[in-house]
């Protein structure tokens, strides 16, 4: 196995494709309990069990586990049993307005790699990272993107990959990495007031979100303490403490996703350092297609609403290397 096929392994092993999920709190019996069995099942790798329950789940007339996080868990149980062709069809049905739908483009992108659908991969990842979603998503699309670009040899896109991933992290690792070693921040301050009279939703920490710890307002444990001050019960000392808790959450994710770019620009070196011409490109552009009809046009970075989800791209792959005939005519 060469260094991109184990990089790729490695990767797409300890990417959250394989995660079938965190346990579903506040949620009453059975949903609940039924479906935190299947979750416990899948880490002890008895995905066999783990379907059965999904699955009665997801034929229930009703049930108390959202149908966009059972179709999720569904698509990671598949993923985990290598049926990556069935999960991607779960990752699909996912909507738009789910609030499970950034990660279940994240995970196509993996499947589309481990498929070997560079294009698709791609596809995926334009939507994710549009500027609206910034504060949404995580480091690893960055990796992911870079870690295609590698296979298909588009070496300054790798360049590019990196150059971007540390221009969008830089600012919120800086506000996580103070908010875990204060337990507070101004972000942090301006949370905890809004919750004392506001619910915990999107749209009331929005504003504070990119300096935060990511997805915080979907953590079942914040939910609670959330709760517990706009009741009353609570001076938001414990929101605080469990806003520390996941900025070091982050700052774990985003060193993992660092040490990994960190692979890919060392074999990057390596790589232009063995090349004949190290400033040849694999790919100056890329086609992408809409529909039925495929047009040929510069990426311009502007991105539309209509449009997201919707890209295709096409690649070609490595270029064949050069065959050495010792001066004579093939």
């Not at 034929?59 to 698509?75: S, Y």
């Not at 149980?77 to 994240?106: I, N, T």
């Not at 070496?155 to 150059?163: G, T």
């Not at 921040?185 to 300096?211: D, F, H, M, N, Y």
Request: proline share 6%; aromatic share 6%; charged share 25%.
């Amino acid at each position: 196995m060469n260094f991109v096929s184990s990089l790729i392994t490695a990767a797409v092993l300890g990417s959250t494709a394989h995660a079938a999920g965190a346990p579903v709190r506040g949620l009453p019996a059975p949903g609940r309990a039924e479906f935190n069995r299947a979750l416990g099942l899948a880490t002890q790798d008895k995905t066999k069990p783990a379907h059965k329950i999904i699955d009665a789940l997801l034929a229930a007339k009703k049930t108390d586990v959202p149908r966009d996080r059972l179709l999720m868990t569904k698509g990671r149980l598949l993923f985990q049993d290598g049926d990556v062709r069935a999960a991607l069809k779960l990752y699909e049905q996912v909507p738009s307005d789910s609030d499970h739908w950034l990660e279940a483009l994240e995970e196509r992108g993996w499947a589309h790699l481990r498929l070997g659908e560079h294009g698709e991969a791609l596809a995926q990842l334009k939507t994710i990272k549009a500027p609206m979603f910034e504060s949404l998503v995580g480091p690893e699309p960055f990796f992911l993107t870079g870690l295609i670009h590698l296979k298909i040899c588009d070496y300054p896109a790798i360049f590019e990959s990196i150059k971007e991933f540390k221009a969008k992290f830089r600012p919120r690792l800086v506000a996580v990495q103070a908010l875990a070693a204060n337990g507070t921040s101004e972000a942090a301050a301006k949370v905890v007031a809004k919750l004392r009279a506001q619910p915990l939703a999107w749209k009331t920490i929005a504003p504070e979100a990119g300096r935060l710890p990511r997805l915080f307002h979907r953590d079942a444990l914040l939910q609670s303490r959330a709760a517990e001050l706009k009741a009353g019960k609570s001076d938001g000392t414990p929101v605080l403490r469990r806003l520390q808790q996941l900025a070091n959450r982050d700052l774990k994710e985003i060193g993992d996703i660092l040490q990994k770019m960190h692979l890919l620009e060392a074999e990057l070196i390596q790589r232009i350092h063995m090349a004949e011409k190290p400033n040849a490109r694999a790919h100056k552009d890329v086609d992408l297609a809409k529909g039925e009809e495929v047009l040929r046009f510069p990426d311009t970075g502007e991105y539309w609403l209509d449009e997201l989800d919707k890209y295709r791209v096409k690649v070609t792959g490595c270029p064949a290397p050069k065959i050495a005939t010792g001066g004579q005519n093939p």
